[in-house]
């Protein structure tokens, strides 16, 4: 998975509707940025440097993928498509809206394009004091002194007031409080545990991951099938039912749900595939006896991928022993799966089709597939 940084941005506007292009901009970088995680109170402050009416600023904190020219640029292109033209003086000048990197992590970045840390944040009240409210002890990385001391030290007099209106957070409509556990399923390839693992970081949940890469018979099964069939699926039988009552009963009081890349269910599924009809039928009666008492997932949800992308998926991951699946192997996956759940009454269950998504690297095919799930909600 792509590495997540935290970065901090300014927002700043002191043209017509004020509140309004900072709440437009908000939604506009959580929709191409990131999860924004904080978001400072809104402070009315003085132009600075010019002859203009007040500001509307805040800060904000953001986790993102975006490397920093790529972020700059995106930002960029939200002040654009704000109504900010380019600048037409050399000094400064009202806009309807500016955005400002301050910070990218405690990373350091001197680019022709891109600063970072912002080189002036020191020296402005209007940027420090909203700073203060989500990141008072975080230390500037060149001056090494914390965003309260660099508050206390600033010379700036300017008379910063804090107004009586709060930013909405884009993240809010996103819901997950009715579910107190998720499990999101899928063929091999799908793209499950990215999924899962994106939405335990954006919403703080809990996430329980399959441990499967040590189980010493799934490299055997992928070259004789018909030999370690069997014992493969005996073996995840036994590791799941150990994994899922482990995670299940501890409970973490600072996660307000759990998120997990399988439901045990797939236990059946798979075997019911890789097994002669005798020993699937032994197999499930001994899988009803061991999983009578595991809880089931409030809300179970399925990833659809066509064969085609699965390959695809398979073969970007590179693992040795998944190369030479077949497509008839992934196919009859697929159908036991959609068999199963038609099949399920007591599960509450989202089927949702991506095989023309890409949530990894398309921001907007992700927040589609939380605007899926929170049709559930």
């Known amino acids: 998975m792509t590495p997540t940084k935290t970065v901090y941005i300014a927002l700043g506007s ?12 908000l939604n506009a970088i959580f929709e191409k ?16 440097g010019f002859e203009g009416d007040d500001f509307y600023n805040a800060c904000i904190k953001v986790s ?28 400064y000048e009202s806009r309807e809206i500016d955005l400002d990197i301050l910070f990218y992590d405690a990373e350091i970045v001197e680019e022709k394009q891109v600063t ?21 002890d975080f230390e500037h990385p060149t001056l090494n002194k914390s965003i309260g001391d660099l508050l206390d030290e600033c010379e700036d007099d300017s008379q910063i007031e804090p107004i009586n209106i709060w930013l909405k957070n884009p993240k809010k409509e996103y819901s997950f409080s009715k579910f107190n556990f998720i499990a999101i399923e899928g063929n091999i390839g ?10 335990a970081q954006d919403f703080n949940a809990k996430l329980i991951l399959e441990r499967f890469a040590d189980n010493p018979f799934l490299p055997k099964f992928y070259k004789e099938p018909e030999r370690y069939a069997f014992t493969l ?17 501890q409970l973490d009081l600072f996660k307000d749900f759990i998120v997990s890349d399988y439901d045990v269910h797939k236990s059946l599924i798979f075997s019911k595939v890789t097994l002669p009809e005798d020993e699937f039928l032994l197999y499930r009666k001994l899988f009803y006896q061991v999983y009578k008492d595991i809880a089931k997932p409030d809300l179970y949800v399925y ?75």
């Open 14 to 25: 002191n043209k017509g509707n004020k509140l309004q292009y900072l709440q437009s901009a």
């Open 116 to 136: 970072i840390p912002h080189p002036e944040l020191q020296n402005r009240k209007f940027v420090l004091q909203p700073l203060h409210d989500i990141i008072k």
């Open 303 to 377: 990833l659809y991928q066509n064969t085609k992308r699965l390959q695809e998926n398979i073969k970007k991951r590179g693992r040795k022993y998944e190369k030479d699946i077949e497509n008839e192997y992934l196919e009859k996956i697929n159908s036991g799966y959609l068999e199963f759940l038609k099949s399920q009454t007591d599960l509450n269950v989202k089927i949702i089709d991506i095989s023309d998504k890409d949530f990894v690297k398309n921001r907007g095919d992700y927040l589609w597939i939380l605007n899926e799930i929170n049709d559930e909600v």
């Open 33 to 48: 940025v990131g999860i924004i995680q904080k978001i400072s109170k809104v402070y009315n402050t003085p132009a600075l």
């Open 190 to 199: 799908a793209g499950k545990t990215s999924l899962a693992g994106k939405i």
């Open 64 to 91: 993102t993928t975006l490397k920093p020219k790529k972020l700059l640029k995106v930002l960029q292109n939200i002040e654009s498509d704000l109504g900010r033209l380019k600048r037409t003086k050399t000094t």
């Open 233 to 249: 699926e005996m073996s995840f039988l036994a590791d799941r039912y150990q994994q899922i009552s482990d995670d299940l009963s």
